[in-house]
């Protein structure tokens, strides 16, 4: 293959993961700016449903963008380079273009909803920057339950990350026994977002994508909000945790895997 063509390709899939990471942040933080916004009820069913139905869309449109090598989340992406043997080269590209889409679309979903938002922090006293301001800044980022304790809510991110990751790897490992083709996986994969939701957001928020969750809290910061973003509102840089959560999750789900694998295959 050109180095023409090579760069072509890696642009349409950069394009692809933009707006396919972008969208699933639309759709769920638009669900979260209902919720929280409006009147209108949404049980834990229907925002798990939500969840589920736009990481599936998302997933299809990427398809159909790249044709290939859809990630939408850099726990897939580090997962996949340290499993599938993922081109190293496209590694950061990928990465980029998710926390791009997370930010960029996050800014769309804060000016649909900036009246609403602006009313919410007038009736509720809510000063950006101070404590009880991540009352809104959680509508655009994952602002998880302080009463349910950091080092809980760490353990929770690497044993859903792990779960998550391995699953995913079942889906595209070729070598397994069920070879789910591209046009099943992206339902399985929604239906497994949706399962998590239902059962860990009764706990505590989870992010699963650290993508989402940094791009839209860089937009957050610029916003108004400043380090209460960063820290929520508690003395530690807390928008590490979700970070260090998925990655952990994610290396230690690749390497359970391939423990599997090498000992089934004995």
């Not at 180095?3 to 759709?27: A, H, R």
């Not at 989402?212 to 909000?225: E, K």
């Not at 209460?228 to 359970?256: E, R």
Request: charged share 10%; aromatic share 16%; with cysteine.
């Amino acid at each position: 293959m050109s180095y023409f063509k090579k760069n072509t390709l890696l642009l349409s899939q950069c394009i692809s993961e933009f707006l396919g990471t972008g969208l699933m942040i639309f759709f769920n933080s638009s669900c979260s700016a209902s919720l929280k916004l409006t009147n209108e009820y949404n049980s834990l069913w229907k925002v798990s449903i939500i969840l589920g139905l736009s990481t599936c869309i998302a997933i299809y449109i990427s398809l159909l963008i790249s044709g290939s090598e859809v990630h939408l989340n850099p726990v897939i992406t580090v997962a996949f380079f340290l499993l599938f043997n993922f081109n190293k080269k496209k590694v950061i590209p990928y990465i980029t273009s998710q926390i791009l889409g997370s930010f960029f679309f996050s800014v769309i979903t804060y000016k649909l909803y900036y009246n609403s938002i602006i009313i919410f922090e007038e009736k509720n006293k809510i000063f950006r920057g101070h404590c009880n301001s991540i009352n809104s800044d959680s509508i655009l980022s994952f602002f998880s339950n302080k009463d349910f304790g950091i080092i809980k809510i760490f353990i929770i991110e690497i044993l859903i990350t792990f779960v998550f990751v391995f699953i995913i790897i079942i889906l595209n490992d070729n070598e397994n026994y069920f070879n789910f083709k591209v046009t099943i996986s992206p339902i399985l994969i929604g239906i497994l977002v949706c399962i998590i939701n239902i059962i860990v957001f009764p706990l505590t928020n989870f992010t699963l994508n650290p993508a989402h969750d940094f791009g839209s809290r860089i937009f957050i910061y610029l916003s108004g909000w400043n380090k209460i973003v960063l820290t929520n509102g508690i003395n530690i840089a807390y928008f590490i945790i979700p970070i260090l959560g998925t990655a952990i999750g994610s290396v230690t789900s690749v390497y359970f895997y391939k423990y599997i694998k090498i000992h089934y295959n004995k």
